[in-house]
């Protein structure tokens, strides 16, 4: 859980939550049950009463950065670096079909996005990959 601590200046610090063992270690005193505990980068451990929590405000925009490829069944994907591709026998028939790989992952884990082929209406499976950028944001009414 995200948690900072107000400093006497009044900026935030980060900290991070550590176990009721930790506490009881480093502080000498019985942990309280059902509470949680956490230190800052200096050591200190401060109980979450003494903690503001989700400070951040909340993301109102993502941004997708890739490259758009096409495979041999018309799909579109958005691939985190530049795939390379490859083609590979179809279900045993002894056909082959063209689709693109890529070994880096977004930050989430996820290796591609799928993507409305209507949006690149020219890119075919014999295309090269192009670079974009995708910018999700809530609607202004």
């Not at 799909?75 to 689709?99: L, V, W």
Request: hydrophobic share 30%.
């Amino acid at each position: 859980m995200k948690a900072k601590l107000r400093g006497t200046t009044g900026v935030f610090f980060d900290v991070v939550e550590v176990s009721c063992r930790t506490y009881e270690k480093f502080t000498g005193k019985e942990s309280m049950p059902f509470a949680r505990y956490y230190a800052d980068e200096e050591g200190p451990i401060y109980k979450d009463t003494d903690l503001d929590f989700n400070l951040d405000p909340p993301q109102l925009e993502a941004t997708i950065s890739g490259w758009v490829a096409v495979d041999d069944f018309d799909n579109a994907f958005i691939y985190h670096s530049k795939p390379t591709q490859r083609s590979r026998e179809f279900c045993d028939t002894g056909d082959y079909i063209t689709d693109w790989v890529c070994d880096t992952k977004y930050p989430n884990g996820r290796r591609c996005y799928v993507i409305d082929k209507g949006l690149f209406p020219n890119l075919t499976a014999d295309s090269d990959p192009i670079e974009v950028e995708i910018t999700i944001k809530p609607k202004n009414k």
